[in-house]
């Protein structure tokens, strides 16, 4: 099965512009989750879904960030306007039990200049 | 809230040498999920080993194995017989049980194998 995909892979933009990331998941995992490392810190949460419903959004930083997951398959993340500190990687998860693990993409390396 | 450590930012060990990593936890939960992630240079993050808080065995995976202990909330990861492509960023990561589906995660352990 196709594992989860995330586009692109790096994106460098100015601040103040936006960008948006996408997530596919792995099909059938109704769950999908947003999480974000800056330089040498933790990876931390950003979102969850299940379907099409935000679970649990208590990780997004501020209003910049929108995530949608329309119709309960890919997700977008945008960001506007981006801020310097919005830079990190940015990775998708998917599960469709969420005990056994979650299934990462290999995530968006994203740089606010 | 529940927080991870990992104390080692970096560490490297000879090819066919064995090699623990560190994490710790804290919870106030009896109930919850240990994992380790293992994420290689450019690539994505992958699985490594699961541990359920409630089983007292520790989790084994080919040469990966876990030393959980529950009380001094204590979860190490051994890689016995090191290869290179055991190099990689590890992360050590907790999830309360029938709770919510939130992983958290440590800061992560740059490991390098040398050959």
């Known amino acids: 099965e196709a594992g989860v995909t995330q586009f692109p892979s790096h994106s460098v933009i100015e601040k103040g512009q936006t960008v948006t990331l996408r997530c596919d998941p792995i099909?059938?995992?109704?769950?999908l989750y947003w999480y974000r490392r800056v330089m040498g810190k933790e990876i931390k949460f950003l979102l969850h879904?299940?379907?099409?419903?935000?679970?649990?959004e208590s990780g997004m930083p501020n209003n910049r960030f929108l995530a949608e997951r329309t119709g309960g398959t890919y997700s977008t993340l945008k960001v506007q306007p981006a801020e310097l500190e919005d830079s990190g990687v940015y990775f998708c998860?998917?599960?469709?039990?969420?005990?056994?693990?979650?299934?990462f993409g290999s995530g968006t390396r994203l740089t606010v200049v | 809230a529940q927080t991870v450590t990992q104390s080692q930012p970096e560490m490297s060990v000879q090819e066919a040498e064995t090699v623990t990593l560190s994490c710790t936890y804290d919870?106030?939960?009896?109930?919850?999920?240990l994992f380790w992630y293992k994420q290689p240079p450019s690539r994505q993050m992958i699985l490594v080993i699961r541990?359920?808080?409630?089983?007292?065995q520790n989790a084994t995976e080919n040469r990966f194995s876990v030393n959980f202990q529950k009380a001094a909330k204590s979860f190490s990861l051994k890689i016995s017989d090191s290869q290179l492509g055991d190099t990689a960023m590890y992360f050590c990561?907790?999830?309360?049980?029938?709770?919510?589906?939130?992983?958290?995660f440590g800061k992560g352990t740059r490991l390098h194998i040398l050959p």
């Open positions: 998860a998917s599960s469709q039990l969420a005990l056994y693990g979650y299934t």
């Open positions: 099909s059938g995992h109704d769950n």
């Open positions: 879904f299940v379907k099409e419903s935000k679970q649990d």
């Open positions: 919870t106030s939960e009896s109930n919850y999920y």
């Open positions: 541990q359920e808080a409630y089983k007292q």
């Open positions: 990561a907790f999830m309360r049980q029938n709770r919510d589906d939130k992983i958290i």
